[in-house]
């Protein structure tokens, strides 16, 4: 599987620039005015991790293939947005086919760039965004239950979608209610203010890497959702210089990690995700799961066959293989283990699936 996540927020707010410097593209027009995106620009970036070079170095691999995580940079909503004020409903449309909402607010004064409201106010610009995604939503929900005449939803879907526009009339966030339902039946849902939200605070460059007053109101009303503090002029810079340079340019910035780095450990961490490896003279790859995942669908995530025809998951951590020098060697040191399908799998194990013919 690969996450997909797409960045929403106000016009002239730093998406574009932000996108361009985590993609290391020029793909999406980065202009002072507003709605200068209007199709969403979609870039696919590898996934940094250590753990996979140094097993690579130690399997040496013909390929190393790292796991995938894709931005799609969605152009700026305004209030109104969900009847169709500024490019509105389409864009809306745009935040359905993605698994989280990385969700992009201003966090530095400038008296350059343009913007749909006179002053930088972070919390009211997060708010106009929730508001059109609930009021799509509620629209959403009234369609569904009127159509439902005909019986065509189960009674646990229908109980379901009653209650979120109970609670949407009430003015309520979805989020607090859906903690604990069937992962199955939220998917199916398709409602927007359900999606999983990192919420990126775009500051000014001297405000690295700490924030400042607006992030740290963020962080304060937020507090129970993933923030994450970049620069995106900053990043783009970092992702525009030789991988070499980067280190250097980094800590200048006093910057541990950059901002993608950042937002990918939001991301995995929002969605619940981990990572599982494989490793061989022909490649070396890492895999993207659910938490907690057993065994055998972690197989299935490499084929489908594998998970039917499972028989065991030759699995070592990735800590004993670069410690031991790869699979002959934990094998003799007893750090290899055979496990079954019910196996739950841990985040940098590396596994070697054994299935029938």
Known sequence: MSLKCGIVGLPNVGKSTLFNALTASKKAQAENFPFCTIEPNVGIVEVPDERLDKINEISKSIKKINA????????????????????????????????????????????KIQNVNSTVDPI????????????????????????NKKKILTKEELVFLEECLKIINMGEKLSTYSKDLDEKLLKKSGLLSLKPKIIVCNVDEKSLPLGNKYSKICEERFN?????????????????????????FMLEAGLKNTGLDNLIKAGYATLGLSTFFTSGPKETRAWTIKKNSKAQDAAGVIHTDFKKKFIRAETVSHKDFIQYKGFNECKNAGKLRLEGKDYLVNDGDIMLFRVGS
């Open 224 to 248: 129970d959702e993933n923030i994450v503090i970049v620069c995106a002029d900053i990043e783009d810079q970092i992702m525009n210089l030789k991988p070499g340079d980067r280190k250097d």
């Open 124 to 147: 009211r610009d997060i708010e106009i965004i929730e508001t059109e995604i609930s009021l799509a939503d509620l629209e959403s929900l009234q369609k569904r239950l009127e159509k």
């Open 68 to 111: 995938t995580i894709t931005f799609v940079d969605i152009a700026g909503l305004v209030k109104g947005a969900s009847k169709g004020e500024g490019l509105g409903n389409k864009f809306l449309s745009h935040i359905r086919e993605v698994d989280a909402i990385v969700h992009l607010t201003r966090c530095f004064d400038s008296e």
